[in-house]
């Protein structure tokens, strides 16, 4: 059930952000707004921003905020549909909590995930079946309690097992396939289980719902780990393991631990240390980093002590630290994981090393790069060269000037020549205007698609019309998609555009972009032939239209000058080009 569009209107026309904002932290008046400081970030100067007349709150340091909902779910730790009913109370609105304000679609498929999981649960803890499962798990060391309590289950050596269990549910095997839990023979579209005999390991959103598993073969078949297919529901970017669990305590520490491994973040989850999630590969999205960045201003990336792993902290490390994020590496010794780490030093000596031993990221990267210079004198200075240019993105003042010396002794530099070739920051400090994005660094598409973004948010009759021609071929800038499938839903049941109101159809990571939208001012005045112009350009078939005939032209004069390699060439291109854009 979700909760009724009238009710939520009703809620958050008659509660006032500024006193919701204001029972929480001080607020003063700058000009048409309030500020005051940010509730989710440490701060000394005031960042955190109230528009009344909009009805939205937002820090511009660490990007939280939105409407009276959003606020309350950011900073009370709630669910929607708990912080609706918290704002109902005092206007006599009561809601049922259990409701929630997810589709009825992404219901089935959490409801079959619920349905599964509990009975691989059962296979894994009361039958012979699950036995030999149950049995590795002891002996790696995972107690019954945390099985339980994670609900760890065990897909039996069934091919049918799955597609049976949910049929007698009265699910169809479609909609098991489209939820990732069946796979599907496309030859002759009969349907069996995508797990087999595996230990299931639930995965659950950040909402708490179960989305998906991971599933690790026993038997040492291949892959060793195999995770639900993307889905509605499983969008491995928007994803991390152990997320919901660990929220809490990541608020209180103001630091989340990132690991490679889901049975890393479980055996990690035996010992004191609670705020661990683990990635879902070992690259971060967008929409992964923007969560981090709601939830945190410290990442520690604690990944296995090989050289993938490595790779991979050098990899994620860059992102986050490019991200203005204070990033730190947990260094797990040569050849270990974290699961390995408390098998062999035990839980208490673990919690030790969390607590003593984190490396600031551009520290761990000196002393890699320092490693695989050698004697290379080109290399030693490319490297320093590359670590300055790092240095600007960390913000902290002392912090700096700590990493200054480290990375110029490990380097054998005087540390003022490292200091004199840091770039000067990026960054500035924020200020209480909506923010202009940085313009000069957006392409040409992605400003016309900007463009064409906040053309349908201010009209929506022309959204309605278009909506089906707004697909990912036009909009390739995910959060202008993502934004515009929101805005499909939001006008679908309002009339006009209402930013507060707006947010609740978008992910919360949205809330900046939606907000620099809603500050961009564009001329009123949009005929069909315009938006048909720019649906027309931006989905590639003018351009190649133009591209083509420039081809052609270069055919005809090769052909004439009798240039056979250059003939070939440009045909190779035609088609490539035709293979682009089918039409
Ligand atoms: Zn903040």
Redesign the pocket.
């Known amino acids: 059930m979700r909760i009724p569009e009238e009710t939520i209107a009703k809620i958050k026309d008659e509660t006032d952000i500024t006193e919701l904002v204001a029972s929480y932290i001080k607020l003063e008046r700058r000009g048409r707004n309030y500020v005051g400081l940010?509730p989710?970030?440490d701060?000394k100067t005031p960042?955190?921003s109230v528009s009344p007349e909009k009805q939205i709150a937002h820090?511009f340091?660490?990007k939280?905020g939105g409407n009276v909902f959003q606020f309350l779910m950011e900073i009370e730790n709630m669910s929607f549909a708990e912080a609706a009913a918290k704002l109902g109370e005092p206007l006599n609105i009561k809601i049922d909590t259990q409701t929630s304000n997810i589709a009825e679609s992404d219901m089935t498929f959490i409801r079959m995930h619920e349905y599964m999981t509990g009975l691989y649960h059962q296979l894994l803890v009361n039958t012979n079946e699950g036995e030999k499962a149950l049995q590795y798990l002891l002996d790696r060391g995972f107690p019954m309690e945390l099985i339980r309590s994670e609900q760890i289950g065990y897909a039996p050596d069934m091919p049918k097992f799955a597609t049976n269990a949910l049929l007698e549910q009265g699910y169809n095997e479609e909609t098991a396939y489209q939820a990732g839990l069946v796979s599907r023979n496309e030859e002759n579209f009969s349907y069996y289980d995508r797990f087999v005999g595996r230990i299931m390991i639930p995965i659950k959103n950040h909402q708490g719902h179960l989305v998906g598993y991971t599933a690790r073969s026993i038997d040492g078949s291949e892959p060793k780990y195999l995770n639900t297919p993307e889905t509605e529901t499983f969008k491995k970017r928007e994803l991390f393991f152990n997320l919901h669990d660990a929220r809490k305590h990541v608020r209180k520490l103001d630091n989340i631990i990132l690991m490679e491994g889901h049975l890393d973040v479980l055996k990690v989850k035996t010992t004191k240390v609670k705020h661990i999630v683990a990635t879902m590969g070992t690259e971060l999205s967008q929409e992964n980093v923007s969560l981090l960045e709601r939830l945190s201003s410290n990442v520690t990336i604690m990944f296995d002590g090989d050289s993938a792993g490595r790779n991979a902290t050098l990899k994620v490390g860059d992102t986050l630290l490019k991200r203005g994020l204070n990033v730190y590496v947990q260094k797990i010794p040569d050849k270990m994981d974290p699961d390995e780490y408390i098998e062999t030093f035990g839980a208490e000596k673990f919690e030790q090393f969390i607590a003593d031993e984190q490396q600031h990221y551009l520290h761990f990267k000196a002393e890699v790069l320092r490693h695989e210079a050698k004697e290379n004198d080109m290399k030693l200075t490319q490297h320093l060269n590359t670590l300055a240019g790092d240095l600007q993105f960390v913000r902290d003042h002392l912090t700096a000037e700590r990493l200054i010396v480290t990375i110029s002794s490990i380097f054998g530099v005087d540390k003022q020549a490292l200091s004199g070739i840091i770039p000067e920051p990026v960054r500035q400090e924020p200020d209480y205007r909506i923010p202009e994005p940085v313009r000069e660094q957006m392409t040409l598409r992605q400003k016309k698609e900007r463009y064409l973004t906040k053309l349908m948010m201010a009209n929506r009759e022309f959204l309605l019309e278009y909506r089906d021609a707004l697909d990912e071929n036009v909009l390739t800038y995910r959060p202008y998609y993502d934004i515009m499938r929101g805005l499909c839903a939001y006008f679908e049941a309002h009339g006009e555009f209402d930013i507060s109101m707006a947010l609740n159809y978008l992910d919360p990571a949205l809330t900046d972009t939606l907000i620099e939208l809603d500050g961009m001012s564009i001329h009123e005045d949009v005929s069909h032939s315009e938006i048909n112009d720019y649906l027309e350009d931006l989905s590639g078939i003018r351009n190649s239209e133009y591209e083509k005939q420039e081809i052609y032209r270069k055919l005809e004069v090769a052909e004439r000058d009798n240039d056979m390699e250059l003939q070939i060439k440009l045909t190779q291109q035609l088609i490539e080009l035709n293979r682009i854009h089918k039409m």
Do not use: Y
């Open positions: 940010c989710f970030h701060e960042s955190f820090c340091g660490c939280k």
